[in-house]
Every structure is written in C-alpha cells, then in structure tokens.
C-alpha cells in the first residue's frame, strides 16, 4: 500500500527483498556447486575449455567485422598476389589457415586508402583495393565472395570462408552518389562513414587531420542523403570512427540497423574512438522499419 512503510510480508512472514536475497543466496551456492561439479567432469572426461571452444565456435562460426588484409597486402606486397600464398603469411596477422583454425565463416576486408588521398586520387585507390580484394576471393578456392545473405548462407554449407567487402572511410566516394552506387555494384556491403578525418558530410572522432571542420553539423543534409541512399541500397552503415554526435545523428536518420564493426566500450577504454554507454543504448533502441 502506497505510504505504508513496513515491508510486505511473505507466507513465512519474511520481508519480500530478504525473501529474494536469500533465494539468490541459495542459487549462488548452487551455482558454485555446478561450477565445481562441471570443473570435476572436465578432468575426469579430459574434455578442455580448448575442446568446448571448438565445439562452440564448430556450431556457431563467426562473423568477423574488419580485417587490414588488403591494406597489408599492398604495404608488403603492392597487390602482387602472385607474390605471396594466402595459405600461410608471416608478415601479416591472417592467413586462410588461420581463418579455418579460428572457424571464422565470414570476414569482412576492409578497403582502406589514406586521409591524405581525399579529394585527390581516392576514388582510384579505393578501386584498386577492392580489386585486390575480389581476386584473393576467387583466386583461393577456401574462400568465397559474397555479396548478399543467402551466398552467405551459401557460402556456409559449403564449409567456404565468406568474403564480404567493406569500405574504410566514406573520403572513398568523394561526396559522389554515382561512385558509391558503382561501389555497391562492385561488390561493396558496408561503408564506415569516417576514417581519421571529417569528410565535408560527417565528422570524425579523430583530430588527427585540421580539415572541415564545423561545429553543430556533424552529418549534413549530404551526409543523411548518403545514409538514405545507403539504406535504400543495401549497404550497411559502419560507425566505427565516427565522432559521438555523427554516431547520434545516424541512429536517428538511418531506416536500417547500423554496426559499429571495430569499437570497443568507451566506459572500458575512454578513448575518443570508443563508445559511451549512452550511445549504445541508443543502438539498442534503434527501431528497423
């Protein structure tokens, strides 16, 4: 009863919230006695968090958001795939082999070309980049390019690595409508909006680069036409690299769920580049229509 100040009482004349204490006291111990008991079978079957892992990652494969292969590949090798084998690759941190060992069914490549390309040549290195990309994923019959979720599917029964091409930057289309369509018929699925720099539509979380920058217009009346077009296409919005108030602006514009591919939590790690809690709430909250 409203205004009553004494706690209500259970069947065995208990306070409802000792009540619940002392059942989430009993399930601890319980708890603790299944963990112990678990940790029993595991010695004595010889079946080890390795084996669990395996059996996890076997009926569940994952789906890894970014992946610098292609970057790499040119630092090292300047896209000379002829020059190196995909299977195993010293200088890099993946190769097919260890894509198959960590059970990842899906990888999206990201296509990356510096800030300092933007409104100079950036529209044709994003180009070769993808190229690169598409060859690795038709040259080695391990992996499979993919550019819808039934080949993604697809691409799962028949035990293949799916490719999935993602772009780095929105810099990459140099605010053109037409070349991020032509991107998409390229093969290309998800675009970060920002790399380390503002693009004249949005805004970065990095300060790295002194350019466009503006104050209280963070996605501009392009920058929502890009994330329009985007949701029409099929595209998936990438805020990794966004500042705060572009992430916001985004969730708010976008008809369809965003990623944020390579993210952490900014209350775990309070690096600008990171997530506040907030934020993450909101993409929780986001509507898909």
């Keep these: 009863m409203q205004g009553d100040s004494k706690p209500r009482l259970n069947r065995k004349n208990m306070p409802v919230w000792q009540d619940i204490t002392s059942a ?4 601890m111990k319980s708890l603790r006695h299944l963990v112990i008991l678990s940790s029993l079978c595991v010695l ?23 992946n610098d292969l292609a970057l790499q590949l040119r630092k090292h090798h300047n896209n000379r795939l002829s020059q ?17 060992e960590g059970h990842v069914q899906a990888q999206m490549f990201a296509v990356y070309v510096i800030c300092g390309a933007q409104e100079k040549d950036a ?32 691409s799962e029964m028949r035990h293949k690595v799916a490719c ?18 032509m991107f998409y018929q390229l093969g290309v699925r998800s675009m970060a909006l920002t790399h380390t720099c ?3 539509w949005a805004e970065s979380s990095s300060k790295l680069y002194n350019v466009y920058q503006r104050e209280k217009n963070s996605l501009t009346h392009f920058g929502k036409a890009v994330v329009d077009e985007m949701n029409r296409l099929g595209m998936i919005v990438d805020l990794s690299h966004s500042s705060w108030d572009t992430a916001a602006a985004v969730l708010n514009q976008s008809k369809a769920p965003v990623i944020f591919s390579h993210s952490s ?25």
Excluded at 48 to 57: A, E, N, P
Excluded at 132 to 153: A, D
């Design 24 to 27: 989430c006291s009993f399930w």
């Design 44 to 66: 004595i079957s010889g079946y080890s968090d390795r084996d669990r892992v395996h059996d996890l990652m076997s009926n569940f494969p994952l789906i890894d958001g970014h």
């Design 84 to 100: 190196v084998d995909l299977h195993n690759v010293s200088k890099v941190a993946t190769d097919i082999n260890r894509l198959q």
């Design 123 to 154: 529209v044709r290195l994003t180009l070769e980049q993808i190229d690169v990309i598409r060859h690795m994923c038709t040259k080695y019959e391990e992996l499979e390019l993919v550019t819808s979720s039934q080949e993604l599917r697809n």
């Design 164 to 181: 999935l091409i993602s772009i780095e930057g929105g810099h990459s289309i140099d605010s053109s409508l037409p070349a991020l369509r």
């Design 198 to 200: 503002n693009t004249p």
């Design 265 to 289: 939590s900014y209350s775990i790690c309070n690096h600008s580049r990171n997530v506040p809690d907030w934020l993450l709430r909101e993409l929780v909250r986001k509507p898909i229509y």
